[in-house]
């Protein structure tokens, strides 16, 4: 096909690609948003299988076959609470495909019509973040499959900065002498390592910000290797992503009250499981904790006119959600007015959470956001906390001192009554009491939430 | 056009496009984050344009680009089919009330 109409076809693939993504602004339009950027995806594959540098067939359709397989049978039979390693697996496969791609170009050499330096440099940048986003991300699936646990070794940052260094002196070899490839595998070697490195250190809680963040670098690499052949469409698309992971990334850190810097190389978590944390939740809880049972709760409940559900991971760990609607369901049949409020660190990736909801069929409507919903506690009767714990702390807007300290938080407290349900005292990720649970207007439903539930459902319709 | 030309025409794109998604990205609900991100993903996963251009370069070429490509093909792939599809899945399962 003639150059310029396959230029022209990869316009509309970007067109598509930015029309897409704005359909996912909404929960109405955001299906025919995703198909609108799968047209482009399909459109700008196929003008490619056209062009004329394309020779063979046999490997392109031998890949293809494979990857689509492999690809369809995941998407299919992955479990919503397993999405954030799925995501984690997708964004490694994106950013080594990136790092091959500008490999086999430097192979073949610098082509003519381009600077140099443009070439190299691209290659080099992008098997560095192709590399680090395969080596992060399979890290950062084990961590979240819980596989992989902690490693904190004295001189970390030290060792990173050496591995950091070597990337960098691999990438100048190849910019002064493209033609000795050996550099471009030294590089993918280090790389490799800097990214195991790099998230090896970084605790299960925080993959939420490190999955977005190697998001962004599989959009990134992506772009640099649209540098690498000079191709329009892989930049506008890797740059999209680039952007969109660096948002999602920012907003995690704001919601997880932390810096990107504080995360990457921080030790959150190290000073605050010493042993005085014990003696304050003794102090804390001491006599202050009221229990209580299906029974009572289901007579509490009848006659209040507003609930709202708080989510939190535990929930999800428990299979929950299904009952969850259940009771819900079961409440607005008797005029109460039930809504959901999701702070943005309740599940494993953003906007986990919403999605284990809708998957239970709980309508968007009723999710509403941190921002939406704190004004309304105070006009609430009940708040159900459900398996959430640090982002319901009163600590972090209270006490100056605390670890959580100015973390964004749903405030549960303000509502009439609390009703905590939870296996027992124990904390958080960031390990310290929570005094929500110890309040005047708390009561403790302990136990299992799924099981909690199906017994609050069965004493609400016997009632 | 020359080389440093074609440079700064990608490079002027480059920034364009990254400002045009920080304007739509951050315009997308908390709600879609998830989707957004499994949607974003499969949308890196263009970079098979290139993985495609290597694959099939023919057979008077490197031999090693073509396998290069080939594994950039299978890997690429995967990540725009599970991705989109994954998505898709993910999406229709958000209704609206009633």
Redesign the interface.
């Given at each position: 096909m003639n150059d310029a109409l396959i230029k022209i076809a990869y316009l509309v693939a970007?067109v598509l690609?930015?029309v897409?993504?704005?359909g996912?602004?909404?929960?109405?339009t955001?299906?025919r948003?995703?198909?609108l950027?799968?047209m482009?995806?399909f459109l700008?594959?196929v003008v490619?299988?056209v062009?004329q540098?394309?020779?063979?067939?046999q490997?392109?359709v031998?890949?293809?076959a494979?990857?689509?397989i492999?690809?369809?049978v995941?998407?299919?039979r992955?479990q919503?609470t397993a999405?954030p390693e799925?995501?984690a697996l997708?964004?490694g496969?994106?950013g080594?495909?990136?790092a091959?791609?500008a490999?086999?170009?430097l192979?073949?050499g610098v082509p003519s019509?381009?600077?140099a330096i443009?070439f190299t440099i691209a290659a080099g940048l992008s098997g560095l973040i192709g590399a680090v986003t395969l080596t992060g991300s399979l890290m950062a699936f084990g961590k979240l499959r819980g596989d992989i646990g902690d490693a904190k070794y004295p001189g970390e940052q030290l060792v990173k900065l050496l591995v950091a260094a070597a990337c960098v002196f691999c990438i100048v070899m190849i910019v002064m002498d493209p033609t000795n490839i050996m550099f471009y595998w030294y590089l993918m070697i280090a790389a490799s390592i800097l990214g195991i490195l790099a998230v090896i250190g970084i605790g299960g809680a925080d993959m939420p910000v490190v999955?977005?963040l190697l998001?962004s670098y599989?959009?990134i690499?992506?772009?640099a290797?649209?540098?690498?052949?000079?191709?329009?469409?892989?930049?506008?698309?890797?740059?999209?992503?680039?952007?969109?992971?660096i948002?999602?990334t920012m907003?995690m850190c704001k919601a997880m009250n932390r810096s990107l810097r504080n995360v990457l190389f921080g030790t959150w978590g190290d000073d605050v499981a010493g042993g005085g944390v014990v003696a304050g939740a003794d102090e804390i809880y001491a006599g202050k904790v009221k229990q209580t049972s299906a029974d009572e709760l289901a007579m509490m409940l009848d006659g209040i006119q507003s609930m709202m559900i708080v989510p939190g991971y535990g929930l999800a760990v428990a299979q929950a959600q299904h009952t969850v609607r259940e009771l819900a369901d079961l409440l607005k049949s008797r005029g109460v007015d039930v809504k959901y409020a999701?702070h943005?660190v309740a599940?494993r990736?953003?906007?986990?959470m919403?999605?284990l909801l809708?998957?239970a069929?709980v309508?968007?409507?009723?999710?509403l956001?941190m921002d939406t919903a704190n004004p309304m506690f105070p006009q609430t009767d009940v708040a159900l906390v459900l398996g959430a714990n640090d982002v319901v702390n009163p600590m972090a807007r209270e006490d100056p001192t605390s670890p959580i300290a100015g973390m964004p938080i749903l405030d549960c407290d303000k509502a009439r009554t609390v009703i905590i349900v939870k296996r027992s005292l124990s904390p958080g990720f960031a390990g310290i009491p929570n005094p929500l649970f110890a309040l005047d207007n708390s009561l403790m439903f302990f136990g299992d939430a799924k099981q909690n539930m199906i017994d609050l459902v069965a004493a609400l319709k016997e009632n | 056009?020359d080389?440093?030309s074609?440079?700064i025409l990608?490079f002027t794109?480059?920034v364009l496009?990254?400002f045009?998604?920080?304007e739509?990205?951050?315009?997308?609900?908390?709600?879609?984050?998830?989707?957004?991100?499994?949607?974003?993903?499969?949308?890196?996963?263009?970079?098979?344009?290139?993985?495609?251009?290597?694959?099939?370069?023919?057979?008077?070429?490197?031999p090693?680009?073509?396998?290069?490509?080939?594994?950039?093909?299978?890997?690429?792939?995967?990540?725009?089919?599970?991705?989109?599809?994954?998505?898709?899945?993910?999406?229709?399962?958000?209704?609206?009330?009633?």
């Open positions: 970007s690609f930015i897409g993504l704005k996912l602004t909404h929960p109405r955001a299906v948003g995703n198909r950027g799968a482009g995806m700008a594959i490619t299988l062009d540098n394309v020779l063979t067939y490997w392109i031998a890949g293809i494979i990857g689509t492999v690809g369809a995941l998407a299919i992955i919503m999405m799925l995501v997708f964004n496969f994106g080594v495909a990136s091959l791609v490999g086999g170009e192979v073949k019509g381009v600077p443009q999955v977005s998001n599989s959009g690499a992506a772009a290797t649209g540098f690498v052949i000079s191709n329009i469409v892989l930049i506008v698309a890797g740059s999209l992503v680039g952007a969109s992971g948002i999602l907003i999701i943005p599940g990736m953003p906007g986990h919403n999605v809708a998957e069929d309508p968007y409507d009723d999710l956001e | 056009m080389p440093l074609l440079f990608l794109i480059f496009a990254i045009v998604g920080f739509i990205i951050t315009k997308v609900p908390p709600t879609l984050h998830t989707p957004l991100m499994s949607g974003a993903n499969a949308i890196s996963g263009i970079t098979i344009i290139g993985a495609i251009l290597s694959a099939g370069h023919g057979a008077e070429g490197n090693l680009t073509t396998y290069l490509g080939f594994a950039a093909v299978v890997f690429a792939t995967l990540n725009v089919v599970g991705g989109f599809m994954v998505t898709n899945r993910m999406l229709s399962m958000f209704k609206k009330k009633g």
